[in-house]
């Protein structure tokens, strides 16, 4: 049968011994490297972060808004936006990295897996994507229930939901950091890993901030809603939880970047940097022996 036709390792170092069949589904779950090795196809990620983003912010707030009105329960609520983020991850993490969130493309950009010119095009998709969510509801609900605003809860104060949200981010990053390719949210350990924690936190830490992790996700019913009043906590703690998730990082891993997570990150990948990403999966392993700070070049 010609589909099981064995490739040999000297034709595709790392994918030797896999049939095409098989080679074909590793290829949809990270992606075929056509769609990387083309930089004009920005656009195509960039739209991949706002839709991926108006998902996450549709369930979230949307979710938000219903347990307001008694409809749902809390637990399906912030359930809800965990499993979205699992689906968002099989389905798009190919394409943009499935990173929904600012401060997660900070804390790849950080570890040196991102480019820091890509940086502000994926901020501001995603906080587009999160306002046109919140539209959506707009017009089907009206401004009720501040939108599924992320807001401190009853009898806390914004410096306990501040604490929260600082140690909730540095985990959720530091999950994030651990399971992704470079700097892409791919295949099913990244999606089950980042999608069960964000249902695990919000399943206990709802009650006292909201749990957002999430500048993107707090923007779009402040915006949209004119309730600003408490953003600054949704910015700040999770940004300094990226922070401190990075540190950790570098203390459990040593520096990121390397010459195969840039590529992946920059939306480049040749054929020979595949096949080493691979090999390096298939080890369990970073690129611990590529050379530091390649990263920060821009070609």
Not at 51 to 72: K, P, R, S, W
Not at 149 to 158: D, H, Q, R
Not at 159 to 178: F, N
Not at 244 to 266: D, E, H, N
Request: hydrophobic share 45%; net charge neutral; proline share 5%.
């Amino acid at each position: 049968m010609p589909d099981e036709h064995v490739v040999q390792e000297e034709e595709a170092p790392g994918l030797g011994l896999l049939s095409p069949r098989r080679r074909h589904l590793l290829e949809l779950e990270f992606g075929d490297r056509k769609d990387f090795d083309d930089p004009s196809q920005e656009w195509r990620r960039l739209f991949s972060e706002l839709l991926g983003t108006f998902m996450l912010v549709l369930v979230a707030a949307g979710g938000g808004i219903l347990h307001g009105q008694g409809q749902i329960s809390l637990a399906a609520a912030v359930v809800a936006p965990g499993l979205m983020v699992m689906g968002i991850i099989l389905f798009m993490g190919a394409v943009s990295g499935a990173h929904l969130n600012p401060a997660v493309s900070l804390a790849f950009a950080l570890r040196g897996d991102f480019p820091w010119k890509r940086l502000p095009g994926y901020i501001i998709v995603q906080l587009i994507g999160a306002s046109l969510a919140c539209l959506f509801l707009l017009a089907v609900f009206g401004n009720i229930q501040h939108l599924g605003a992320t807001l401190p809860g009853p009898g806390y104060a914004n410096w306990q939901a501040l604490l929260m949200e600082v140690v909730l981010t540095a985990t959720l990053v530091s999950v994030i950091l651990g399971t992704a390719s470079s700097a892409q949210n791919v295949g099913a350990i990244a999606a089950l890993g980042v999608g069960g924690y964000i249902a695990l936190a919000g399943l206990w830490s709802a009650p006292v901030s909201g749990t957002s992790m999430n500048p993107a996700r707090s923007f779009g019913p402040a915006l949209v809603s004119g309730d600003f009043s408490s953003y600054w906590v949704y910015v700040v703690g999770p940004l300094a939880g990226a922070l401190i998730a990075v540190g950790c990082a570098f203390v459990l891993r040593g520096r990121g970047g390397g010459k195969s997570g840039y590529t992946a990150g920059s939306g480049r990948l040749d054929k020979n940097e595949w096949t080493e990403r691979e090999r390096l999966s298939r080890q369990g392993g970073r690129d611990a022996a590529a050379r530091p700070g390649i990263a920060d070049t821009d070609t």
